[in-house]
């Protein structure tokens, strides 16, 4: 059985991954580790992680795991926004010019970012543009958490059929997906961490896979490793 790391940018992602990718890659035969935040500083010897983006603290822990694990069934993966994605991030100059192409941006950066890392091992998932672009794969589901809201979950839905796939909702400062959720439903800008991963597992993984073409290639190359 192959064995994964996964750095996660913030506690949803960490749930989602280890309640729902978890139990799925297990039967791929992918043991995935408990996910761990991402590094986004170091003082006094100490590692903070989470809700920073800042590029090479996250460069350094992820290094220092690579070296301690050398095993060739051993793999890293990340899951982290390209929404607000920062300033020292490898490749980022060349990315902008894709910008009106957001599935091609998006590559360019994961392969800018497995280059500065430098293992085989190596695979990073930047997410398009956030986490929250699941849940407009049906955002029906938000309905089980917020009973009284039918006609802003209905504006979601209408959101939703607006676009081909929810990952090419924008990344603007006020229309991300989360932006758009959290305009509809406020509750759920503080109970993100809790309710992001549960309505997504609601939604389920074939759903997102479906929806989400970038998700679904990253979540394919992960199924894979149990064939190593």
Same mark, same amino acid.
């Given at each position: 059985?192959?064995?994964?790391? /996964?750095?996660?940018? %913030?506690?949803?992602?960490?749930?989602?991954?280890?309640?729902? /990718?978890?139990?799925?890659?297990? %039967?791929?035969?992918?043991?995935?580790? $408990?996910?761990?935040?991402?590094?986004?500083?170091?003082?006094?010897?100490?590692?903070?992680?989470?809700?920073? *983006?800042?590029? +090479?603290?996250?460069?350094?822990?992820? !290094?220092? !795991?690579? =070296?301690?694990?050398?095993?060739?069934?051993?793999?890293?993966? #990340?899951?982290?926004?390209?929404?607000?994605?920062?300033?020292?991030?490898?490749?980022?100059?060349?990315?902008?010019?894709?910008?009106?192409? $957001?599935?091609?941006?998006?590559?360019?950066?994961?392969?800018?970012?497995?280059?500065?890392?430098?293992?085989?091992?190596?695979?990073?998932?930047?997410?398009?543009?956030?986490?929250?672009?699941?849940?407009?794969?049906? $955002?029906?589901?938000? *309905?089980?958490f917020y009973d009284d809201?039918?006609?802003?979950? %209905?504006? /979601?839905?209408?959101?939703?059929?607006?676009? #081909?796939?929810?990952?090419?909702?924008?990344? %603007?400062?006020?229309?991300?997906?989360?932006?758009?959720?959290? =305009?509809?439903? $406020?509750?759920?800008?503080?109970?993100?961490?809790?309710?992001g991963p549960q309505v997504?597992?609601?939604?389920? /993984?074939?759903?997102?896979?479906? *929806?989400?073409?970038?998700? =679904?290639?990253? +979540?394919?190359?992960?199924?894979?490793?149990?064939?190593?």
């Amino acid at each position: 059985m192959a064995r994964l790391y /996964l750095f996660a940018e %913030g506690r949803t992602e960490q749930t989602f991954a280890d309640t729902v /990718l978890k139990p799925h890659l297990a %039967g791929t035969g992918v043991y995935l580790h $408990p996910p761990v935040l991402v590094a986004h500083a170091k003082r006094k010897g100490k590692v903070h992680r989470g809700g920073g *983006r800042k590029y +090479l603290p996250m460069k350094n822990d992820i !290094l220092r !795991l690579l =070296a301690q694990e050398k095993a060739g069934d051993v793999f890293f993966t #990340t899951m982290i926004d390209l929404y607000a994605i920062q300033g020292d991030f490898p490749g980022l100059v060349e990315a902008e010019k894709l910008r009106h192409v $957001p599935q091609e941006r998006v590559v360019s950066l994961e392969k800018a970012f497995a280059s500065d890392i430098g293992d085989r091992r190596f695979l990073p998932y930047i997410q398009l543009h956030e986490y929250e672009a699941y849940l407009f794969s049906d $955002p029906s589901w938000f *309905r089980y958490f917020y009973d009284d809201y039918e006609r802003q979950i %209905g504006a /979601l839905e209408a959101t939703a059929h607006q676009y #081909t796939s929810p990952e090419l909702i924008d990344d %603007g400062q006020d229309s991300a997906p989360s932006k758009r959720i959290i =305009a509809q439903l $406020p509750d759920y800008g503080d109970a993100k961490s809790a309710v992001g991963p549960q309505v997504a597992e609601l939604i389920g /993984l074939h759903r997102i896979r479906s *929806r989400c073409p970038h998700f =679904a290639g990253w +979540l394919s190359r992960l199924e894979e490793l149990g064939g190593v």
